[in-house]
């Protein structure tokens, strides 16, 4: 079981990562208008935060499916999409200037909790 927990939390970092390295790949994206399919794909594959990015999401998934054959859908999942919700977020604020409201901020808090509790009781 503690194996599954294991891969749990590296398809969680993978993915946040994967989704991290998404939005700073957008920062290098030139407008491609004008630009022939050989050259738009030249200019994607170069773009390494974008190729990592895509390395990262299909890792996520060969792990998220490992934690899956010891974990309960039911208490993984929530865990993945708040954990991966969490570490975007700090990421956003601290490192790209991100800024959040209160209640975004209150929201987090919540989403924190509800993890706190369905990894309290996991059997």
């Known amino acids: 079981m503690a194996q599954g927990y294991l891969f749990l939390i590296i398809a969680l970092v993978f993915n946040a990562t994967a989704n991290i390295l998404m939005k700073l790949a957008s920062r290098r994206v030139e407008p491609m208008e004008g630009l022939s399919l050989v050259q738009k794909g030249l200019a994607l594959a170069t773009n390494y935060h974008l190729v990592l990015g895509l390395v990262l999401f299909a890792s996520n998934i060969l792990f998220y499916v490992l934690a899956l054959k ?54």
């Open 70 to 123: 010891r974990i309960n859908l039911s208490i993984a999942y929530p865990i993945m999409s708040s954990g991966g919700f969490l570490i975007i977020s700090v990421f956003s604020v601290y490192y790209l200037r991100e800024t959040l409201t209160t209640l975004q901020i209150g929201g987090i808090v919540m989403i924190a909790a509800g993890i706190a509790m369905v990894a309290y009781n996991m059997s």
